[in-house]
């Protein structure tokens, strides 16, 4: 589900660097050969769960001249891509780096340059310091004061540190950009299974505003059993903007400040949870608390993920309270 913007990432580098292949593996997640571009070729994708469109435009000089300038300018964020086996190109790469950051110096988007190909360098180090010099990578921490900067060396073929590169472009383009980390305050997710149930919840000092409300929903959907209906409701609990999804054998709630989160945003995390299957073997609790995380690290940066743990239950009748420390009746997974 797009809940966010759509995302419009402009990636250049001179001919034969990798930006056709970089787009294909963005869209496929693998490595595809690929035909040079000529002119500018549109994609759209999801990367993290976050809609973006990309621009993969041709390195010819011809195209460098007339088509980049008026896509870089509307973009949301740069990509710049230098074939880093081919050490003769570096000049004519800086020059036209340089000439694309102009473009966007004062636009504040993030700005990402990958030196490609690093599989088939051998002597990295030098390489490494040849290519920090040649394009005055230095230089961008101290011009780059509205736009933020991150290169990385990386292979598209292999994969390598592709998935490091997106997931800085990821936050920020869209977390901090959007400022969703400030807003969350506590995460909680009920599940039921036949022998056993669990809570994954966060341990952040915020939840102490919530408990009562947590608690109250929580036994309102324990008594109603097997008879309640699928449900996403939106309230307002004193300052607090709650999202709650209730489920025959699970239910999410997640609080917020009550200006703040979007409840498209909430429902992605419903959309994704649906699909968990907690087992009577009592072991998959563990590979739903690893998706639970990674979910709310993909949705949110804040210390929620960080501070998750999940209590088991025999029976859920035992679960006392909603307080970030351990139950009794219940043990402490994480």
Request: aromatic residues 14%; glycine residues 4%.
């Amino acid at each position: 589900m797009i809940y966010l913007e759509r995302a419009s990432i402009a990636i250049t580098g001179l001919q034969n660097a990798g930006k056709t292949s970089l787009t294909q593996r963005l869209l496929t997640g693998r490595h595809v050969d690929s035909q040079p571009t000529f002119g500018v070729d549109v994609e759209f994708t999801t990367y993290r769960n976050y809609p973006l469109k990309i621009w993969d435009m041709g390195g010819h000089m011809s195209f460098r001249t007339q088509v980049w300038k008026n896509y870089i300018k509307r973009a949301s964020a740069f990509i710049f891509i230098f074939d880093a086996s081919d050490i003769s190109k570096l000049e004519e790469s800086s020059e036209w780096f340089w000439k694309c950051f102009s473009w966007i110096e004062k636009e504040g988007i993030p700005v990402v340059f990958l030196a490609n190909k690093w599989d088939l360098v051998t002597a990295k180090d030098e390489a490494i310091k040849r290519i920090v010099s040649g394009f005055r990578l230095e230089e961008m921490a101290t011009v780059s004061l509205q736009s933020p900067f991150q290169f990385f060396f990386v292979s598209v073929k292999t994969g390598a540190y592709i998935s490091d590169a997106m997931n800085w472009l990821i936050v920020k383009n869209f977390i901090e950009k959007n400022r969703i980390d400030s807003r969350i305050l506590s995460f909680d997710l009920f599940m039921k299974a036949e022998e056993y149930s669990i809570h994954i919840h966060d341990n952040t000092e915020y939840r102490d505003n919530s408990c009562a409300l947590i608690d109250m929903h929580f036994k309102k959907w324990l008594n109603a059993e097997s008879n309640i209906i699928e449900a996403l409701e939106e309230i307002i609990y004193k300052n607090l903007k709650v999202f709650i999804f209730s489920h025959p054998s699970k239910m999410i709630i997640l609080t917020t400040k009550s200006e703040s989160l979007d409840k498209s945003i909430f429902t992605n995390i419903v959309d994704s949870v649906k699909s968990y299957e907690l087992a009577d073997d009592m072991n998959s609790y563990i590979s739903i608390y690893e998706s639970t995380k990674q979910l709310l690290i993909n949705s949110f940066q804040s210390d929620i993920s960080d501070s998750l743990s999940c209590d088991i239950f025999s029976e859920f009748a035992n679960r006392r309270d909603c307080s970030k420390h351990p139950n009794p009746g219940g043990d402490e997974y994480v």
